[in-house]
């Protein structure tokens, strides 16, 4: 089926940072992956929307300066937290559209600690 | 508004009880998808079913089941004779063809005690 790679799983980092997270489809083209955040207790809020060669889409509220999206290729997109502050210290997890195979495909997250 | 609204933040029965969870939702669309996803302490999502927006077919899988009632906007999961690794938070989730996002309610955290 359907398979989202997301990488790492978890990560520390020093205040002040950046940190890079990966999401790859291994197995399907994903033209469109969305990026989730979830702090502690809390549901998964959409953060943004990445798109295959073209920007990608913030949701309002959502730091497109902090939080970098790269989308360079049909399997590969990229959400890069910048200067890190330990109030980005959460669980980002990305998604890939692939409804054609029945399910919308998530990673399996990361977790973020700044110290 | 496309909207997922989960009432239960919390649920504890006894193990082998049977629990319901509660998933109302509104969209604008006419064609949409339906989700439940589990997701245990390790973070990771676990998907449990879709339901598209044209069938409203209840479906059981084992000990889990799904009641989808468009006329109430609700799209409601039983667990039967739950069992301890049942525990988890649980989400509903609303797919819209037009805005091609997934949105997720706030989630049911649910303690299946032994």
């Known amino acids: 089926g359907a398979v989202v790679s997301q990488h790492p799983s978890w990560v520390i980092c020093k205040s002040g940072t950046s940190v890079k997270i990966e999401c790859r489809s291994l197995d399907f083209q994903a033209t469109t992956m969305f990026w989730y955040r979830q702090f502690p207790k809390q549901s998964l809020m959409l953060m943004a929307t990445?798109?295959?060669?073209?920007?990608?889409?913030?949701e309002q509220g959502v730091e497109k300066d902090k939080f970098l999206i790269n989308h360079a290729s049909l399997t590969l997109s990229t959400l890069t937290v910048t200067s890190a502050h330990p109030e980005d210290s959460s669980f980002y997890i990305c998604?890939?559209?692939?409804?054609?195979?029945?399910?919308?495909?998530f990673g399996s997250g990361t977790r973020l600690t700044v110290v | 508004a496309q909207k997922v609204t989960q009432a239960q933040t919390e649920i504890s029965v006894v193990e082998k009880e049977d629990v319901t969870l509660d998933c109302v939702y509104e969209?604008?669309?006419?064609?949409?998808?339906l989700f439940w996803y589990k997701q245990p302490p390790s973070g990771e999502l676990v998907f449990l079913i879709r339901?598209?927006?044209?069938?409203?077919q209840n479906e059981i899988s084992g000990r889990y089941s799904w009641n989808f009632q468009k006329s109430t906007s609700s799209f409601n999961f039983t667990i039967t004779a739950s069992q301890v690794v049942d525990s988890a938070v649980y989400f509903c989730?609303?797919?819209?063809?037009?805005?091609?996002?997934?949105?997720f309610g706030k989630g049911t955290r649910l303690h299946i005690l032994p």
């Open positions: 339901r598209n927006s044209f069938d409203e």
């Open positions: 989730a609303l797919y819209n063809i037009g805005d091609d996002k997934i949105i």
């Open positions: 998604s890939a559209p692939a409804l054609d195979r029945g399910v919308n495909t």
């Open positions: 969209t604008r669309d006419t064609t949409y998808y």
């Open positions: 990445s798109n295959e060669g073209s920007k990608a889409t913030y």
